[in-house]
């Protein structure tokens, strides 16, 4: 065990105060308030269906935050109410009009590494998605459905450069870029932390420096998932794991946002108390660092108790860098309670956007996605297996 986990230790946390308010407080939402309709108890849930919860999650969560990505929360609610639902929206000022269900940047840098995983059928390294990148990026894919600053990124792909530099030349080392897409990381490495916290580490810097805040921030979200797909997780076991692998800072401003939060009944009362916190404005990205879309993750999949479509209308309402919030909230909630309480119609309008994008490096269906990540993990499974089997018996 390294000094980090030692100090961060598993017993620790479960005793100390923090964890256990966070916990009493979700309990009492869920007592005092029926559960919300399609919800399903963690236990319940089979790993396929987790795998499909957490990229549902993922890319309904995109689609529906992009709609209103940006905005203050004030904006939100006066001209939604309470947004539960797919709507049409641009990017980019380049005059396309995304029909509703459309993804965006986040979901093409995941849907890159779900490739890669598809086709090598196991965990992936930078290599392997820097191939895909040069292979399956369109041209015109920067500026139109992925951020500008990913086109001299692939160009640096497209040289001799060892594919682990190539985030060293991205300005942007603390953005939530890998900790919105790197779910696939997590299910590959499902039930496995450490092998999820490696690979995120190693892929992550393709787009970020190495070690930096965005990648360290990252590894929450592999976590999360790696966590949430173990059996009979909670969402206390999940908290537990973040908390006992993370960064010791980041695992404190995580602490921090719980304890803010604990009492928090719903996503109106959270977003005002995390208003005297994140505000940052005037500079690239302000809304989109890794440390504040994160940190609200965390606690929205708490106090919803991990029912992903409560996340998605918690994080899409809670404004500023709502499609990145809902996208980790989402993915995060979906891989412990399944996509069961997603609308149908929702993922329906997301299959058919996605067929009719014309900039997205692939056009499988959620459950296509989900299920290929599945029978990869499946495949993983098979030859862990044979190895110990001949390895025990050599």
Not at 48 to 55: L, N, V
Not at 325 to 348: D, K, N
Request: aromatic share 6%; with cysteine; proline share 3%.
């Amino acid at each position: 065990m390294s000094k980090r986990e030692t100090i961060i230790g598993r017993r620790g946390l479960l005793q100390g105060g923090l964890l256990a308010m966070a916990a009493a407080a979700a309990r009492k939402v869920a007592a005092a308030e029926a559960e919300p309709a399609g919800g399903a108890k963690p236990e319940s849930v089979g790993l396929r269906e987790k795998f499909f919860g957490c990229i549902a999650g993922c890319h309904v969560g995109s689609s529906m935050g992009a709609a209103v990505e940006g905005w203050p929360w004030q904006r939100v609610e006066k001209e939604h109410g309470t947004l539960d639902r797919l709507l049409p929206y641009e990017h980019y000022g380049n005059g396309w009009r995304r029909p509703p269900g459309t993804t965006e940047d986040g979901v093409e840098r995941q849907k890159l590494m779900i490739t890669a995983i598809l086709e090598k059928q196991d965990r992936v390294c930078a290599e392997d998605v820097r191939r895909i990148w040069v292979r399956d990026i369109r041209p015109d894919a920067p500026g139109n459905v992925s951020e500008p600053f990913e086109g001299m990124l692939l160009a640096m792909a497209k040289t001799s450069i060892p594919a682990a530099d190539v985030g060293k030349y991205c300005d942007y080392a603390g953005l939530v870029s890998m900790a919105r897409s790197c779910h696939p990381l997590g299910l590959i490495n499902a039930g496995d932390v450490a092998g999820a916290i490696h690979d995120v580490r190693e892929v992550g810097q393709l787009y970020q420096t190495a070690n930096s805040r965005g990648v360290r921030w990252a590894e929450v979200t592999a976590i999360g998932i790696a966590a949430a797909t173990s059996p009979g997780a909670t969402v206390e076991s999940v908290l537990e794991a973040i908390f006992a692998h993370a960064d010791k800072g980041v695992a404190g401003e995580i602490r921090r946002g719980l304890k803010l939060t604990a009492d928090c009944r719903d996503f109106r009362a959270m977003r005002t108390r995390f208003d005297a916190v994140y505000s940052g404005q005037g500079i690239a990205y302000a809304q989109s660092y890794a440390n504040e879309v994160v940190t609200k993750a965390v606690c929205v999949f708490c106090m919803v108790r991990g029912n992903a479509f409560e996340a998605l209308k918690a994080a899409v309402n809670m404004g500023r860098d709502t499609d990145c919030l809902a996208s980790v909230a989402g993915g995060l909630s979906g891989s412990l309670t399944g996509g069961g309480s997603i609308p149908a119609e929702l993922i329906r309008q997301v299959d058919q956007s996605t067929a009719l994008n014309k900039f997205t490096n692939s056009k499988r269906t959620l459950r296509e996605t989900s299920d290929g990540l599945y029978h990869a993990f499946q495949a993983r499974l098979k030859r862990l297996r044979a190895y110990a089997d001949r390895m025990e018996t050599g």
